[in-house]
């Protein structure tokens, strides 16, 4: 389950820094979010998954993976109030969300003209 692309904010990105950056960018992200599937899924403390979802809220942002995003915003949240049983249960589903985002943004990584693909 890999995080839809929007599409408009990588344009905005690769139009700011460059179409040949933006692609360094994005294997860069990439290899991040494939680090943090790794850390969680060697049975993180509740700590962790709230440091590590406050990473990829806003990296995941910035980069367009709102869907992405937004679940690592809740699960941090939900860990502040204390809701651990409710961010066990979603582990899965963001592990396996990280891993179908970071083969999504490598592929885009690797296309040409990445800029006339995004619209």
């Known amino acids: 389950m890999a995080s839809t692309v929007n599409h408009e904010t ?8 460059g179409e040949d950056t933006v692609s360094s960018l994005l294997v860069v992200f990439s290899d991040e979010l494939s680090r ?9 403390s509740a700590m962790q998954v ?12 910035s980069f367009g993976a709102d869907e992405l995003a ?19 249960d979603q582990l899965p589903r963001l592990t ?3 891993q ?6 490598k592929a885009l990584a690797g296309q040409q ?4 693909r995004l619209g």
């Open 10 to 17: 990588l344009r905005r990105l690769a139009v700011e820094v």
């Open 36 to 44: 943090y599937s790794d850390q969680l899924s060697e049975a993180p």
């Open 50 to 61: 709230r440091e590590i979802s406050h990473a990829i809220k806003s990296s995941a942002a």
């Open 70 to 88: 937004e679940l690592a915003r809740e699960c941090e949240s939900r860990v502040k109030q204390g809701q651990e049983s409710w961010v066990q």
């Open 96 to 98: 396996t969300m990280l």
């Open 100 to 105: 179908g985002t970071a083969v999504q943004y």
């Open 113 to 116: 003209d990445l800029l006339d």
